[in-house]
């Protein structure tokens, strides 16, 4: 038996693979364009797996990725690759749009003509698993309750949309080709082998190097944050036992301002790695000029997977976040590899007036 599995060189993908085979000797083929986000170097350990297979390409590209379908008969395809960052998406969308609708669209044609054919038992197994987000559900209010699979689609970022967009060409191939597709809508993942673009990985390389801790806007904003390997644990339920034709809201129960998630970082690292001038890594706060459109609230009602799928996170936040904080000061090579000239350009592009602003703590 073999898994197809797209973007597995990325954050969640590959944490995704590793987690695999520690219980199962099933094949997966991987397939990834090596975006500035994905890197072989995470899967290192993976290299002379007998079982694990690496193609270098485009999700786009349709006569591969038939190919592959072709030679290695899955009986599952995950697509996790995406362009992911919301900053990025705001500075330029085009990526966005071509991977995430284009190249979703791409995908679930060639799946659908391999499906056709497949004889009627596999036809009944197959799945594919697209990866999607909390973000096409927009903002809630402070007093709202969290999102449920009925919420009403109101993405306000460009990537939002485009996984928006995706998640309704899941759909609509489920409902007009009865192509068997499950999607998943998942909060803020952290852990392990995040591209340091993101929140919390950002925080602590940048407070380990003595540099400002960019907090947008006021940093009341809230997300809820999962634990990595909880969702990994949470997609294998899903790929097993989830009804073809729905959603699943997945989310870790942590609703988090940012300020109060980058305070966490500093006091462990106070405890971990304290500073060598004595001094708190609180000071290194720096509050700089919000996200346009910067969505103020998520959070998400897991009532679906606990109750069908009897899924729950397992990690705490506190826990989860020290064994981050801990697995980034341990890999420092993975570090090294990933702050590359491009990882440079997009910082200083980005923060480029922000390490100027004073501390306004
Ligand atoms: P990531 O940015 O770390 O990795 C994305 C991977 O996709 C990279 O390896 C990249 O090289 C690959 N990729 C990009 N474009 C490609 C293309 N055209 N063809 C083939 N490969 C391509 O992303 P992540 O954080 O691991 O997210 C994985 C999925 O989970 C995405 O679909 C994302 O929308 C979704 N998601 C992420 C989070 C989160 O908090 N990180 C939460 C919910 C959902
Ligand atoms: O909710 C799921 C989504 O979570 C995923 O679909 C996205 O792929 C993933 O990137 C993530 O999106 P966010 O925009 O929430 O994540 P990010 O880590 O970029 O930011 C988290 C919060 O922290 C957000 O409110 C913006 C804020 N932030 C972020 C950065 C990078 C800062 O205050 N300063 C920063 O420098």
């Known amino acids: 038996m073999t898994i197809l599995v797209t973007g597995g060189a990325g954050f969640i993908g590959s944490n995704f693979i590793l987690n695999w085979f520690e219980h199962s000797n099933e094949v997966i083929v991987n397939i990834d364009k090596l975006t500035y986000a994905g890197n072989l170097q995470t899967l290192l350990s993976l290299e002379r797996h007998p079982q694990y297979h690496f193609v270098q390409a485009d999700i786009k590209d349709s006569k591969l990725i038939s190919r592959l379908l072709s030679q290695y008969r899955p009986r599952a395809v995950i697509n996790f690759a995406a362009e992911t960052h919301v900053d990025r998406s705001i500075h330029g969308p085009e990526d966005f749009i071509q991977t995430n609708i284009v190249g979703t669209f791409s995908l679930l044609e060639c799946a659908r003509n391999y499906w056709d054919e497949l004889p009627v038992t596999d036809k009944k197994a197959f799945r594919f698993l697209q990866i999607s987000t909390d973000e096409v559900y927009g903002s809630l209010l402070p007093e709202e309750p969290p999102f449920d699979e009925s919420s009403r689609y109101t993405p306000n970022s460009p990537y939002a949309?485009?996984?928006?967009?995706?998640d309704h060409l899941l759909r609509a191939w489920h409902y007009t080709y009865g192509l068997p597709v499950l999607t998943t809508n998942c909060s803020n993942n952290y852990g392990p082998r995040q591209f340091p673009e993101k929140l919390i990985p950002l925080m602590i390389l940048n407070a380990l190097e003595g540099k400002p801790l960019p907090v947008y806007g006021d940093g009341l904003q809230i997300r809820d944050w999962l634990y990595v390997q909880d969702h990994c644990e949470a997609l294998c339920k899903v790929l097993s036992a989830g009804q073809p034709g729905q959603n699943y809201n997945i989310g870790g129960g942590n609703e988090?301002?940012?300020?109060?998630?980058?305070?966490?970082?500093?006091?462990?690292?106070?405890?971990?790695?304290?500073?060598?001038?004595?001094?708190?890594?609180?000071?290194?706060?720096?509050?700089?000029?919000?996200?346009?459109?910067?969505?103020?609230?998520?959070?998400?009602?897991?009532?679906?997977?606990?109750?069908?799928?009897?899924?729950?996170?397992?990690?705490?936040?506190?826990?989860?976040?020290?064994?981050?904080?801990?697995?980034?000061?341990?890999?420092?090579?993975?570090?090294?590899?990933?702050?590359?000239?491009?990882?440079?350009?997009w910082i200083s592009t980005h923060y480029k007036d922000e390490s100027l602003k004073g501390n306004q703590e």
Not at 161 to 166: E, G, L, T
Not at 295 to 318: H, N, V
């Open 161 to 166: 949309a485009s996984k928006a967009a995706s």
């Open 256 to 345: 988090k301002t940012n300020l109060s998630v980058v305070q966490e970082v500093c006091a462990i690292l106070d405890q971990i790695r304290p500073r060598s001038n004595g001094k708190s890594y609180h000071e290194q706060i720096s509050f700089v000029t919000d996200r346009p459109g910067h969505d103020r609230r998520y959070a998400i009602d897991i009532g679906k997977m606990s109750g069908e799928l009897d899924w729950q996170p397992r990690e705490t936040f506190a826990t989860g976040l020290r064994k981050t904080i801990q697995w980034y000061l341990d890999n420092n090579a993975w570090v090294q590899s990933v702050q590359n000239g491009s990882y440079r350009a």
